[in-house]
């Protein structure tokens, strides 16, 4: 026999014991009623006690035990997911920040640095290449401004002495002498 059955059967007995009990109440005398409904109550009371004796005493605390420990294993588990994701993108976000602000400040600086460098680097590199190609065209400019001029001054000079008389030659000799010494 199967203990789960034997045990339906006695407390389907037991039911109809207690309704036979009020029955009687009803029925005959409320005195024999309420002594026979007594006397069943009384023998279910020991059975109870009997079939709890019987079976494992720990039963209901490991079922217990067993549903707090899924559902608070199902609870923690959502909360600690949700907290990380939570955790996740504050921590994304703070570093996003952090990185950008560094990241520009760097830049900016590197920036700074390298227009600085390049400036300078500019200045001198242009300077001397102001100063050589300056020296450069003025020597060229004045070589060929002055060869110009004293071809001219030399054409005039001797155009001047070929229609020149001697004496005409002597005063001016002597005019330029006189211009030199002063």
Do not use: C
């Not at 009803?26 to 002594?35: F, P, Q, R, Y």
């Not at 590197?110 to 300078?120: L, P, S």
């Not at 070589?143 to 001697?166: A, C, L, N, R, Y």
């Amino acid at each position: 026999m199967n203990p789960n059955r034997v045990d339906f059967v006695i407390d389907l007995t037991y039911g109809i014991l207690i309704f036979i009990a009020i029955a009687l109440i009803l029925v005959v005398e409320t005195i024999v009623g309420i002594a026979f409904g007594l006397g069943v109550l009384a023998s279910y009371v020991v059975h109870i006690g009997w079939k709890m004796a019987r079976f494992d005493p720990d039963w209901m605390t490991k079922d217990v035990a067993q549903e707090v420990e899924q559902s608070v294993t199902a609870e923690v588990e959502e909360t600690i997911n949700q907290e990380m994701d939570d955790v996740s993108k504050q921590v994304e976000e703070k570093v996003s920040e952090e990185v950008g602000e560094t990241v520009e400040e760097t830049i900016n600086d590197e920036i700074d640095e390298v227009a600085k460098q390049v400036e300078e680097k500019v200045s001198e590199e242009v300077g001397e290449d102001v100063a050589e190609e300056v020296e450069v065209r003025v020597s060229e400019e004045v070589e060929d401004t002055v060869s110009e001029e004293v071809g001219e001054v030399m054409d005039k000079v001797v155009e001047s002495e070929e229609t020149e008389t001697p004496e005409e030659k002597t005063d001016t000799r002597a005019e330029e002498s006189e211009t030199d010494e002063e």
